[in-house]
């Protein structure tokens, strides 16, 4: 199994990068090669991605889900991929985001790490754009904050944003970020570092 880490400090408070994570549908604004995410149920999600010409579709499960600590899924179909992101509060305001990735290199001509963009360069520059996505937002597009624990749904809703795409706190995007199939009216990223390479499978509105 390959693996990769990456780590980001986000200038917004721990319950609203946990919020924001939650919230699958929107990842298109700010992982690269992610055309769109769908929200199947509470605990299945599937992915559309283009990357280098190459266009797949996927299924992904949330194993574990534990409010305002971490997220981790696991992919049910090819190319599949592993991972989990944790949350770790470092002040008021100031929260830590860690990405780590595992997958199962491909023995075929492709290499299906760099395939779906399982890559430091990529995650990093991935987790750059969520921190611009969510530092520019004053509250985040929405919530869920029920519990998973082996895949199954336990715990109470907050009553934020339901699986079905229900909010009580959704935001309208005053900018959207495009990447692949994501309408966009102006590029927003001028870092060399956040240029667009591919994404990687990882599991928006709940």
């Known amino acids: 199994m390959a693996t990769v880490q990456e780590s980001i400090n986000v200038n917004v408070p721990l319950s609203q990068a946990y919020n924001q994570w939650t919230q699958f549908e929107d990842f298109p604004h700010f992982m690269s090669g992610v055309d769109s995410v769908t929200q199947i ?5 599937h992915f559309k991605t283009s990357i280098a010409g190459v266009k797949r579709e996927y299924d992904a499960a949330i194993t574990l889900q534990e409010p305002d600590n971490r997220v981790t ?7 599949r991929n592993a991972g989990t992101v944790w949350f770790e509060a470092l002040g008021p305001t100031e929260t830590q985001v860690t990405v780590e ?3 199962e290199p491909d023995s075929a001509a492709e290499n299906i790490g760099a395939a779906i963009g399982l ?3 990529q995650v990093a ?3 750059k754009r969520f921190k611009k996505f969510i530092e520019e937002r004053e509250v985040e597009t929405g919530a869920w904050r029920e519990t998973v624990s082996g895949g199954e749904v336990s715990g109470s809703d907050a009553g934020l944003t339901s699986a079905s795409g229900t909010s009580g706190t959704t935001v309208p995007m005053e900018e959207e970020m495009g990447y692949g ?3 966009t009216e102006r590029p927003v990223n001028t870092d060399p570092d956040m240029a667009p390479d591919a994404p990687y499978g990882r599991p928006t509105e709940r």
């Open 125 to 127: 520059a991935d987790l």
């Open 101 to 103: 990735l595992v997958w």
């Open 73 to 79: 899924w696991e992919s049910l179909d090819q190319p």
């Open 41 to 45: 149920d509470d605990t299945t999600v």
């Open 181 to 183: 199939a994501v309408p």
């Open 119 to 121: 890559d430091s360069r």
